[in-house]
């Protein structure tokens, strides 16, 4: 239900580690959202980075 769940501590909030402790509460659920999705975002942006670089003509 929306809202009844507990809020990580407080540490891991200002870390910026909330989704590790929501994984850990609903690893079945999440799994998607953050192995498969994340994975393909990260593969994009180090393929992107990883493309030389087109020369402006200035």
Known sequence: MVGLQ???PNWMRASGLEWVYRFMLE???LFKR???TNSTYIW???R???QPKARANA
Do not use: D
């Open 27 to 29: 690893p079945r659920r």
């Open 44 to 46: 994009l942006v180090t």
């Open 6 to 8: 507990s809020k990580a």
């Open 48 to 50: 992107a980075m990883l």
């Open 34 to 36: 953050y192995a498969v």
